[in-house]
C-alpha cells in the first residue's frame, strides 16, 4: 500500500501558495498605489506612511513564510524606512528627494518580483 498521505499534506500546501500568488499581485498594487498616492499629495500624509507600513510589514511576513525572499526582504525594507520616516521629529514634512528615491526604487522592486513569482 502506498502512503498517500504525504502527498496529501504536499498537495494541501501547494494549494495554499497557489492561493496566496493568486491574491500576492493586489497586495503589492496597494502598496504601489499608496505610494503614489502619498508622493502626489501636497501634503505628506502620516496615515498613507503608517498604511504603506502596515501592508509591507504583512506582505514581508507572509511571502517569507511561502518562500518568496525576494519579496518578503524588498517589503521589509520598504516597511523599516516607513517606520524610520514616522520617527523623525517632523513626520508630516516631506522627507528629502533622496529618501523618496529610495523608498520609490524599493517599491518598483516589489512589482517585477510578484510577476516573476507568478508565472
Known amino acids: 500500500m502506498i502512503d ?5 499534506k504536499l498537495d494541501k500546501i501547494q494549494a495554499l501558495k497557489d492561493a496566496y500568488c493568486a491574491e500576492l499581485p493586489p497586495c503589492v498594487e496597494a502598496i504601489v498605489q499608496l505610494w503614489r498616492n502619498l508622493c ?20 514581508s511576513g507572509s ?3 511561502f518562500g518568496m525572499m525576494d519579496i518578503s526582504i524588498t517589503a521589509g525594507a520598504v516597511e523599516e524606512q516607513m ?10 514634512h516631506r522627507p528629502a528627494s533622496d529618501n523618496i528615491q529610495k523608498i520609490d526604487a524599493l517599491v518598483s522592486l516589489l512589482q517585477p518580483s510578484t510577476k516573476t513569482t507568478i508565472s
Not at 517606520?83 to 508630516?92: A, C, E
Request: charged share 20%; aromatic share 8%; proline share 5%.
Open 40 to 59: 502626489a499629495s501636497s501634503a505628506w500624509n502620516v496615515d498613507f506612511v503608517e498604511e504603506i507600513k502596515q501592508k509591507a510589514h504583512i506582505l
Open 4 to 8: 498517500t498521505s504525504n502527498q496529501t
Open 63 to 65: 511571502a517569507g513564510m
Open 83 to 92: 517606520l524610520l520616516w514616522n520617527q523623525r521629529p517632523n513626520p508630516k
